[in-house]
């Protein structure tokens, strides 16, 4: 059975929100100790709470010194080598956006040109309306459909007419 959607906002009400946080916390500390058990990965946890004067630390304050060692022993460019912020982000998912808008694009001026190229074998349309604008599309269009032929006619067993 699915929950419901959890609605992210501040909690006014300070016994719900010491619950929830405790909750929340033991899930975090849980899931740490997954994925260093299952993964064999160092892997800590500080958790400060305004609820206690001193920050949970998991494993073990002196497991948690040792991984933060470890990982200030790092140049910067390992830090921050998998790190993403909020614009790079954004120039990524629009680069990505922007390549397949390009391929889209490309791909509805063939099926157009394609549409008007079958219209002017079933006399619909007339050559004469053609955007010569798109000539190397046609070209593209064209080839690829006489190869299509071809090699379907090659299948069927049919001589090449020429």
């Keep these: 059975m699915p929950r419901k959607k959890v609605t992210l906002a501040y909690m006014t009400n300070d016994s719900e929100r010491k619950v929830s946080f405790n909750k929340r916390k033991k899930g975090l500390i849980k899931k740490s100790n997954e994925l260093h058990t299952l993964c064999d990965v160092d892997a800590c946890a ?3 709470s305004p609820y206690e004067s001193r920050p949970e630390v998991w494993p073990s304050s002196e497991e948690a010194t040792n991984v933060l060692a470890r990982y200030n022993e790092l140049s910067d460019k390992e830090k921050t080598r ?9 120039q990524q998912r629009l680069e990505k956006v922007k390549k397949e808008l390009y391929r ?7 099926k157009e040109v394609e549409s008007f190229m079958y219209k002017c074998m079933a006399g619909i ?12 599309v046609m070209r593209s269009v064209m080839e690829k459909t006489a190869s299509e032929l071809s090699s379907r006619m090659g299948e069927l067993n049919v001589a090449d007419p020429n």
């Design 125 to 136: 349309r007339k050559p004469e309306e053609f955007d010569m604008a798109n000539a190397g």
């Design 46 to 48: 500080i958790i400060y």
């Design 82 to 90: 998998y790190l993403t912020n909020q614009e790079s982000l954004t």
């Design 104 to 110: 889209l694009q490309i791909e509805n001026k063939r």
